[in-house]
């Protein structure tokens, strides 16, 4: 019964918490208009400006580019996780957590399930807009399911790679500059133009970093077909990072509250 009692309560302690940042995040034009609008409007360009001069074989272009905005999406809005973790740990805030009796967990897994809530919605919202522009999924029940997990694991990766960059940096700044480093990653990816139209130094990096398989995997899924070995090497990278990231950020994190 103790167990049970400790873990509603540090339930509960979690969702107070989520509430706190997810408040906090809905007050903040500057985010929404950073996490939803530009990646509409990086869609916009893409599919009208650059559209017509990418070749994509038998795929349209917007079928083609939709998964890679959702990473881009994804990457945008866990850059904002690290800052506003940064601010509660350099202003103090932490500390006033420490001394009020929540589970010490709940602090930063409130941001994270403010992450996941957050990106959840703003890649349905992105999805919503793509089918506006003419993006046509051609998945059965079980491709979107599929999909659905892959790309709530890397939200989990990316967001736990937000914590731990958030809990080192010594500023909000810093907190979030690791964010271009990932979208740096995706551009050099499969998300906006196939790799075969690459250079050979370049195309043998771009389908040998994260971004790539777990792009090839939700495209293909989206469109109706098998992700093949993609899925299970898009998981892997994806639990990889995740497990990584959230032991150093629960190291970081326990050397900061001591």
């Known amino acids: 019964m103790a167990m049970l009692s400790k ?3 540090n339930i509960s302690d979690t969702m107070v918490m989520t509430g706190r940042v997810l408040n906090y995040t809905l007050r903040s034009v500057d985010t929404i208009i950073t996490v939803v609008a530009m990646p509409v409007l990086m869609m916009l360009m893409f599919v009208y400006v650059f559209g017509g001069s990418m070749n994509t074989g038998s795929i349209k272009y917007v079928n083609y580019v939709v998964p890679g905005i959702v990473l881009m999406c994804i990457l945008s809005g ?3 996780t690290a800052v506003r973790l940064n601010n509660d ?4 805030i932490f500390e006033r957590f420490h001394s009020m009796p929540i589970a010490k967990s709940a602090i930063l897994g409130g941001h994270v399930l403010t992450s996941v809530l957050f990106n959840s919605f703003s890649t ?4 919503v807009f793509g089918f506006v522009m003419g993006f046509r999924a051609g998945a059965g029940i079980a491709g979107w ?8 694991i890397f939200t989990l990766a990316m967001t736990w790679t937000a914590v731990m960059f958030g809990l080192l940096a010594s500023n909000a700044e810093g907190a979030g500059v690791f964010s271009y480093i990932l ?3 995706l551009f050099i990816s499969s998300a906006f133009a196939p790799t ?4 050979p130094a370049v195309r043998i990096f771009a389908e040998n970093q994260p971004m790539t398989p777990i792009i090839e995997a ?6 109706g077909g098998s992700a093949g070995n993609n899925a299970i090497t898009a998981i892997l990278w994806c639990l990889g990072i995740l497990i990584v990231t959230y032991i150093a950020s629960v190291g970081i994190y326990k050397r900061k509250a001591a």
């Open 89 to 92: 740990v350099t202003k103090g």
């Open 7 to 9: 873990v509603k309560n």
């Open 196 to 199: 075969q139209t690459m250079p």
């Open 145 to 152: 399911l599929l999909a659905a997990v892959i790309l709530l």
């Open 124 to 127: 349905v919202v992105i999805l």
């Open 218 to 223: 939700v495209r293909s899924l989206l469109l």
């Open 183 to 185: 979208l740096i990653l």
């Open 78 to 80: 866990i850059a904002y």
